[in-house]
């Protein structure tokens, strides 16, 4: 691996234990605010020019767009493969710039050697919108580097929250969707706990939402954070409401950490809840509030599900790494 593009100022596992060989590279604060423009690819036009790579890896077409361009400035030749990590179809229908956002993509994503997806959904549907050979595009399940870590005797007696909301306050993860549930057991009088940790546009529509349905008491709202262990570890349940997804890493995490996950039901990562599909996925807040208040009264059902997806979860990491892994380097016809 030639270097590492780290596009925004973050740690993590993988930035905080990278391999002394790798190079990683931080976009100079200048250019931070207009990561979707011009400059951020002239930035990435220099960088490839100094570095020459034989292979880059793009993820979503912001970056793509802009290595495209990129490519056609410094006339480099790179083995090129996108790594499409959500069903950024719906998302570009409702972006204000749809439709200079579409002519883009169905131009320069067939350009790509390879396509990386995280379901079969998926690849079928960026088939038939970009009419491209299925072959180019390779689904992978999604994996998190996880199985590093050492606390898998996980003790759970002390919970704070009854459920938990983890996401960006946008939209496509329907944060309100997550406030209608909690009020349903407010009306029937349940008392619970709740917190979403969270930040992002919608902020201010969750918090009135909240307050004009008395909900404070029933949601505490956290600040993001990087390391979800705790969280999830002092969490019966996770809840996500995402109207649409590539596969949320979230759902990987929550049920290592015996955190198990219920979600609103959407194509995408319906495959990964059986056998459990019917206590797990909801479509409306009314049948969420019934499935969560069904799981919450029933202790013995939640440690079967969380101790099986666990299990699941930590024994699927290494195989789905070494895929993806394989799917990067095993590229034809290397431009190098």
Wanted: with cysteine; charged share 25%; proline share 5%.
């Amino acid at each position: 691996m030639h270097f590492v593009l780290k596009t925004l100022p973050k740690s993590g596992y993988l930035l905080d234990n990278v391999n002394k060989k790798v190079t990683v590279l931080g976009i100079e604060k200048k250019y931070l605010k207009n990561i979707k423009n011009l400059y951020f690819t002239f930035w990435l036009a220099t960088k490839i020019k100094q570095i020459k790579p034989n292979r880059i890896i793009s993820f979503g077409d912001y970056s793509t767009i802009s290595l495209y361009f990129s490519k056609i400035i410094t006339k480099q030749k790179f083995v090129h493969i996108i790594s499409e990590d959500s069903s950024f179809i719906p998302q570009i229908y409702i972006n204000k710039f749809s439709l200079p956002r579409r002519i883009l993509i169905k131009h320069i994503y067939p350009k790509a050697d390879k396509i990386l997806v995280q379901s079969d959904i998926i690849k079928k549907r960026i088939k038939n919108y970009l009419k491209i050979d299925s072959k180019k595009i390779i689904p992978l399940n999604n994996w998190l580097p996880i199985t590093n870590d050492t606390s898998t005797k996980f003790v759970k007696t002390k919970f704070k929250y009854d459920f938990i909301f983890i996401a960006r306050l946008i939209k496509q993860k329907e944060p309100l969707l997550f406030i209608d549930i909690v009020s349903h057991f407010a009306k029937n009088n349940i008392l619970i706990k709740t917190a979403m940790v969270c930040s992002g546009p919608l902020q201010k529509k969750v918090e009135n939402k909240i307050n004009k349905l008395h909900l404070q008491k029933y949601i505490d709202i956290l600040p993001p954070t990087t390391s979800k262990k705790d969280i999830f570890q002092r969490s019966r349940l996770f809840v996500s409401t995402s109207s649409h997804e590539g596969f949320p890493l979230t759902i990987l995490e929550a049920s290592f950490y015996k955190c198990p996950p219920i979600c609103f039901q959407i194509k995408e990562i319906e495959h990964f809840f059986k056998p459990y599909t019917k206590e797990l996925l909801f479509t409306t807040a009314i049948q969420g509030y019934k499935k969560i208040n069904l799981l919450l009264n029933n202790n013995s059902k939640i440690k079967t599900i969380s101790k099986y997806f666990h299990y699941r979860v930590k024994k699927s990491q290494q195989k789905d790494f070494y895929n993806t892994i394989k799917a990067i380097t095993n590229t034809p016809h290397d431009k190098i």
